[in-house]
């Protein structure tokens, strides 16, 4: 079945969802993503922020990165 995401970023943003598998989604977003932003996109695809990443289907996690991908979410890089 097709996705529709790219597939380097989805395989980098699994292995962030799944960090910590005893964490919830919404804790593993934090340290790629802005808090208020994950919680946005978690709410856009649907997906109960108290779910850990094995709990939750493809189709969702998908949804889930793409609704990570709008311009608004994406965490702007540390300043140096």
């Not at 779910?51 to 300043?79: C, D, F, K, N």
């Amino acid at each position: 079945a097709e996705l529709g995401v790219d597939e380097s970023g989805f395989l980098a943003f699994l292995k962030t969802i799944f960090a910590q598998k005893r964490k919830t989604l919404s804790n593993n977003l934090k340290s790629a993503y802005d808090k208020g932003a994950a919680a946005a996109a978690l709410a856009a695809a649907e997906v109960d922020p108290s779910a850990r990443a094995a709990s939750i289907s493809l189709e969702q996690m998908a949804g889930l990165y793409r609704a990570l991908q709008r311009p608004a979410v994406m965490r702007a890089e540390p300043a140096e």
